[in-house]
């Protein structure tokens, strides 16, 4: 018996590994904080940083720079990154200036809620996870940031690239394959929002839409649903919500099309907020809905 057990040690490890791998996290937010931000493209607050990258990423790695730190209005371990940072020094020196600072700078860009570095750990709005580094355990970030201390950076949403370099995007097929098998649960406790999934990625993703309507105005961008296409205008998805972020260059180029125009973007994706109310509205006559498939949209970051 002992030589046995010995013997199933091994798998045993390996089995909690696998479960742990696979294992489900679950974020809580305010409810009054789902509803302020669901409509809306970008978040703004004041961000006290306490880690940052000193130089931006390579090309291709995603040419970003990376800060974590938290703040008070999204109550999160996060993370703030601006694109194509090598060419935003002054906003890029803000934010290494900041991190030894007692201050918090201010800040506004996409807000973005996506299961990409969970690590395992459940998270609740107001409760700050610890930050050790520039990539602590987080599911929220502010990507890609448009202001910083008042300068305007939405020049900097532009594809990834450099004069020897451009970064391998993801590709339609293989991106919204990914986000389509992603299941999650919804739920509502008192005052909070629950979403449980697990860790995805697929970031930077290179692909063209079909506009299905006039995009809607928000308060600080465009929304429109989009048939998304891919390789020879196959379509991939029937309908997707995109999200438009004003002064970007690709929001100024779309609120001048209409039903049936084409673009190609670049888009990251986020939970659809807007999506889990709509699900919690109708679970009291369905309530099958809140256990589905995780709800998504896409951050337009540039276009081509």
């Known amino acids: 018996m002992k030589n046995t057990r010995t013997k199933l040690l091994p798998l ?3 089995l909690l590994f696998v479960v742990r791998m696979n294992g489900q996290v ?20 004041n961000y006290k940083i306490l880690f940052a990258h000193d130089r931006p990423n390579r090309i ?14 999204v109550g999160l371990a996060s993370v ?17 200036q900041a991190v030894n600072s007692t201050e918090t700078i201010s800040i506004t860009g996409a807000w973005r809620l996506w299961f990409e570095h969970p690590q395992h750990v459940d ?29 305007d950076i939405s020049s900097s949403l532009v594809p990834i690239k450099n004069d020897k370099t451009e970064y391998a995007y993801k590709t ?28 995805i990625g697929d970031n930077y993703v290179k692909f ?9 105005e928000a308060e600080d961008g465009f929304i429109v649903h989009c048939k998304v296409l891919g390789d020879n205008d196959t379509e991939v998805e029937a309908s997707v919500r995109m999200i438009f972020i004003k002064n970007s260059a690709p929001a100024n180029s779309v609120k001048l099309l ?26 009291a006559t369905n309530p099958d809905i809140l256990n589905a498939f995780l709800p998504y949209e896409m951050i337009i970051v540039a276009q081509f």
């Open 172 to 199: 339609a097929e293989n991106a919204f394959s990914s986000y389509d098998k992603k299941s999650c649960k919804i739920s509502a406790e008192g005052d909070m929002v629950l979403v449980q999934s697990s860790q």
């Open 208 to 216: 063209k839409i079909s506009l299905l309507e006039t995009p809607l």
């Open 60 to 73: 291709a790695v995603d040419g970003d720079l990376h800060a974590s730190g938290y703040d008070n209005i």
């Open 258 to 283: 209409g039903a049936g125009d084409k673009m190609e973007v670049l888009g990251i994706p986020r939970v659809c907020l807007n999506e889990v109310v709509n699900r919690l509205a109708l679970s």
């Open 123 to 151: 998270q609740t709005q107001g409760t700050i996870v610890p930050i050790e580094d520039t990539n602590p355990a987080h599911v929220f970030e502010i990507h890609p940031i448009t202001n910083i201390q008042g300068i």
């Open 80 to 96: 703030i990154e601006i694109m194509n940072a090598a060419g935003q020094s002054t906003a890029c020196g803000h934010i290494q």
């Open 26 to 45: 679950t974020i809580s937010l305010r409810k009054s904080f789902v509803d302020s931000i669901n409509n809306r493209a970008t978040v703004s607050t």
């Open 12 to 14: 045993l490890y390996c």
